[in-house]
């Protein structure tokens, strides 16, 4: 038997116009928008059993009692028992709750008690539904409906159950205005945006939104709230991310950090260029601008990409290899510590006693001709994009000022002076691992620690030096 997950989102834009004040897309709807619309009854040959007890439009929940995705989402089909029992007609809905055959009596109150369970729950003896429907895992729900020549047919599949199903299911019931199921400040999840919005959630995939929460908790900061709550959705609000549950259905920044809550369907309209300054601030990023970060949140990314080139960039983005155009230093020319000695003569005596003092020096014969090396252990001209030629370096300063602060140039030339980037005062996840890791790999340095060179390059600035640290050449 031929089954399907069929994820629903309405769109009033199919009409082109809308008297509806919560309708904000007017036009050329969303790419999946008609194919979810697409009616859908297929004739299933349930169990007797159960047949009888589906006198009308019927979710039924297939769970196991000791499932933790069960546990968690339980809550969300309590509530949505609750709204949908008392409507008439096609728009009301029961629910019933199938247990895994493996489940016992016992386990199944257990369930129903803990998690206060206001519909019936039976257990699948022997195996009758999840055979019927070609249920693998848990938790999977259908719809049903009576079938006026006898039996049953389905209506709607999630396979599997998750979260923001519910509102789709209420949509799917009807109603003159289905953004109405939309609440104001009730977040629903990626899952249920991507009903609709296909092309938006697969080129979403591709971004480094969609690892956000990965990378913190990768660098063991899944427990500092100021780094969570811009690497999650809705941290601190109603429905939002909730601080240690790491696989929170809102981890990672969704399609509602900057879209609100439900999106716009709400009725509530925001600007979402306007939420990107809130974490991309001085602090946390290098010389951002919205115009700088729009085209890496391409909505449309995935058109015109083979299946292996997305396969490739989540592959990329999951192992820290995809680049970081963001917390790329600004173009500008890197002077040279010369430069920065006449204001910085304590720090430049510091880098001087230092391993990038003398970087190029470990390079020997081809590797001093090797692009590749002499690119982490030689400072680049302008900073911005990466160098195709040797002429691109200064190999006599090796990795000085520039490599890490940012270029100078603009640095001497801007009234306010911030245009260097201060690091050890800025997010370590968000940008000074960025610029250390671009060279400090395991590949090229094994066992190389962020937090141990950090302590390390906190001479900087200790002791004024007699002279020049700076070895004598024609330029001091």
Same mark, same amino acid.
């Given at each position: 038997?031929?089954?399907?997950?069929?994820?629903?989102?309405?769109?009033?834009?199919?009409?082109?116009?809308?008297?509806?004040?919560?309708?904000?897309?007017?036009?050329?709807?969303?790419?999946?928008?008609?194919?979810?619309?697409?009616?859908?009854?297929?004739?299933?040959?349930? !169990?007797?059993?159960?047949?009888?007890?589906?006198? &009308?439009?019927?979710?039924?929940?297939?769970?196991?009692?000791?499932?933790?995705?069960?546990?968690?989402?339980?809550? &969300?089909?309590?509530?949505?028992?609750?709204?949908?029992?008392?409507?008439?007609?096609?728009? /009301?809905?029961?629910?019933?709750?199938?247990?895994?055959?493996?489940?016992?009596?016992?386990?199944?109150?257990?369930?129903?008690?803990?998690?206060?369970?206001?519909?019936?729950?039976?257990?699948?003896?022997?195996?009758?539904?999840?055979?019927?429907?070609?249920?693998?895992?848990?938790?999977?729900?259908?719809?049903?409906?009576?079938?006026?020549?006898?039996?049953?047919?389905?209506?709607?599949?999630?396979?599997?159950?998750?979260?923001?199903?519910?509102?789709?299911?209420?949509?799917?019931?009807?109603?003159?205005?289905?953004?109405?199921?939309?609440?104001?400040?009730?977040?629903?999840?990626?899952?249920?945006?991507?009903?609709?919005?296909?092309?938006?959630?697969?080129?979403?995939?591709?971004?480094?939104?969609?690892?956000?929460?990965?990378?913190?908790?990768?660098?063991?900061?899944?427990?500092? !709230?100021?780094?969570?709550?811009?690497?999650?959705?809705?941290?601190?609000?109603? /429905?939002?991310?909730?601080?240690?549950?790491?696989?929170?259905?809102?981890?990672?920044?969704? #399609?509602?950090?900057?879209?609100?809550?439900?999106?716009?369907?709400?009725?509530?309209?925001?600007?979402?260029?306007?939420?990107?300054?809130?974490?991309?601030?001085?602090?946390?990023?290098?010389?951002?601008?919205?115009?700088?970060?729009?085209?890496?949140?391409?909505?449309?990314?995935?058109?015109?990409?083979?299946?292996?080139?997305?396969?490739?960039?989540?592959?990329?983005?999951?192992?820290?290899?995809?680049?970081?155009?963001?917390?790329?230093?600004?173009?500008?020319?890197?002077?040279?510590?010369?430069?920065?000695?006449?204001?910085?003569?304590?720090?430049?005596?510091?880098?001087?006693?230092?391993?990038?003092?003398?970087?190029?020096?470990?390079?020997? &014969?081809?590797?001093?001709?090797?692009?590749? #090396?002499?690119?982490?252990?030689?400072?680049?001209?302008?900073?911005?994009?990466?160098?195709?030629?040797?002429?691109?370096?200064?190999?006599?300063?090796?990795?000085?000022? &520039?490599?890490?602060?940012? !270029?100078?140039?603009?640095?001497?030339?801007?009234?306010?002076?911030?245009?260097?980037?201060?690091?050890?005062?800025?997010?370590?996840? #968000?940008?000074?691992?960025?610029?250390?890791?671009? #060279?400090?790999?395991?590949?090229?340095?094994?066992?190389?620690?962020?937090?141990?060179?950090?302590?390390?390059?906190?001479?900087?600035?200790?002791?004024?030096?007699?002279?020049?640290?700076?070895?004598?050449?024609?330029?001091?």
């Amino acid at each position: 038997m031929r089954f399907w997950t069929l994820l629903l989102c309405i769109g009033l834009a199919l009409a082109g116009t809308s008297d509806t004040p919560s309708s904000w897309t007017l036009g050329t709807p969303a790419a999946n928008t008609a194919a979810v619309l697409t009616p859908v009854k297929e004739t299933v040959e349930l !169990p007797a059993w159960l047949v009888e007890k589906i006198t &009308g439009p019927t979710l039924v929940w297939y769970f196991n009692p000791n499932c933790g995705h069960c546990q968690a989402s339980i809550g &969300g089909v309590v509530r949505l028992a609750e709204e949908m029992k008392n409507k008439e007609g096609d728009a /009301g809905l029961q629910v019933i709750g199938i247990a895994n055959s493996g489940a016992s009596p016992a386990e199944l109150k257990w369930f129903m008690d803990t998690y206060q369970v206001n519909f019936t729950l039976m257990i699948d003896q022997p195996r009758g539904f999840s055979y019927s429907v070609g249920a693998r895992s848990t938790p999977t729900a259908l719809v049903f409906e009576p079938d006026p020549a006898g039996g049953v047919f389905a209506t709607d599949a999630y396979y599997p159950w998750f979260h923001g199903a519910e509102l789709l299911v209420k949509i799917r019931r009807g109603g003159a205005d289905p953004f109405s199921h939309f609440e104001e400040d009730r977040y629903v999840g990626n899952t249920a945006c991507s009903a609709c919005h296909s092309q938006e959630a697969a080129s979403w995939k591709l971004s480094h939104h969609a690892v956000a929460y990965g990378t913190i908790y990768k660098a063991d900061k899944a427990a500092d !709230p100021e780094c969570v709550s811009c690497h999650v959705t809705g941290m601190g609000q109603a /429905g939002g991310f909730v601080m240690g549950e790491h696989g929170h259905p809102l981890a990672d920044v969704g #399609c509602e950090a900057c879209h609100s809550a439900g999106g716009p369907h709400d009725g509530k309209t925001v600007n979402a260029t306007e939420q990107c300054e809130s974490c991309h601030n001085k602090t946390h990023s290098i010389a951002f601008s919205v115009e700088k970060g729009l085209p890496h949140i391409d909505h449309y990314k995935v058109n015109g990409m083979s299946a292996g080139e997305q396969e490739q960039r989540r592959h990329d983005l999951a192992n820290g290899k995809a680049e970081r155009p963001l917390l790329a230093f600004p173009h500008g020319k890197n002077l040279g510590p010369e430069q920065c000695e006449s204001c910085h003569a304590d720090v430049v005596k510091a880098w001087s006693k230092g391993p990038h003092f003398g970087a190029m020096d470990l390079l020997k &014969g081809k590797e001093k001709k090797d692009l590749a #090396c002499v690119s982490c252990h030689a400072t680049a001209v302008e900073s911005g994009l990466p160098p195709t030629s040797l002429e691109g370096f200064q190999t006599q300063a090796s990795v000085s000022c &520039g490599s890490c602060h940012g !270029p100078g140039e603009p640095h001497l030339t801007s009234p306010d002076k911030e245009s260097i980037e201060g690091l050890g005062e800025d997010c370590p996840v #968000c940008v000074i691992e960025a610029v250390c890791t671009g #060279c400090h790999d395991s590949e090229q340095d094994p066992g190389w620690d962020l937090e141990t060179a950090l302590a390390l390059q906190k001479g900087h600035g200790q002791g004024a030096p007699e002279e020049s640290a700076l070895p004598k050449t024609d330029a001091n």
